[in-house]
């Protein structure tokens, strides 16, 4: 028996709908960069309120969404990451959060599932007693679904127990949410619930949506301003 394969692994490969191009074609656009162009405007607010955020911000690439985020959250050099060695921001976004940000990754081994230890996450963070010596932990970084673990989905139960050890650390939580739609529909959970727990997120367009580029980060008014000028 014939099985039909639909390939959602990038925007390289997804295709627009005639729908999509005739909507595309008809859009009422104008300048962005002022916050004038309509189009847009509706569709960060659509996003926010999908994920349960205050505000969005519509970026050509899921790798510059994860970087500007991590920027944002990690705006003084020196700062320090925690994430999954197997994640994708420290295996193939070409090391953009040391090259233009001097953020140090400190990676925690991802378990086949794609979860990180939350008792190696906790060991992971410093100490502010060596802040004349080490790198300053600002951030942890989680992926859902996690791509090298073959698409596992990290359960609301997990991503809310490190947004309490983030907080609990006075440390922020992104997710890349590349393929978070994919994660809500496979767990059985509402997209805003299952990022909860972040202060920020990114999900890419072409994941699973269809869209054939883009990606949007989510977060508070506040951050999604300082996004903009990371």
Known sequence: MATKVVDL???????????????????DVDDDVLGADPTACRFEA?????????????VPSGTMANLISV??????????????????????????ISTLGGVHP???????????DV??????IRSTDGALYYPTTRLICLENTHGNSGGKCLTVEYTDKVGEVAKAHGLKLHIDGARIFNASVALGVPVDRLVRA????SICLSKGIGAPVGSVIVGTKAF?????MA
């Not at 400190?106 to 990180?116: A, I, L, S």
């Not at 972040?198 to 997120?201: E, G, K, L």
């Open 224 to 228: 999604i301003h300082k996004v903009m």
């Open 119 to 124: 008792d190696r996450i906790v060991a992971a």
């Open 46 to 58: 659509e996003m926010a309120r999908i994920m349960g955020k205050e505000a969005a911000l519509f």
């Open 71 to 96: 920027l944002a959250h990690c705006d003084a050099r020196g700062s320090e990451v925690i994430l999954g060695h197997d994640s994708h921001i420290h295996v193939y976004e070409h090391g953009g």
């Open 106 to 116: 400190r990676t925690v081994p991802n378990n086949p599932d794609g979860t990180m």
């Open 198 to 201: 972040a202060d920020s997120v």
């Open 9 to 27: 692994r990038s925007d390289t490969v997804t295709k627009p709908s005639e729908a999509m191009r005739a909507a595309m074609a008809a859009a």
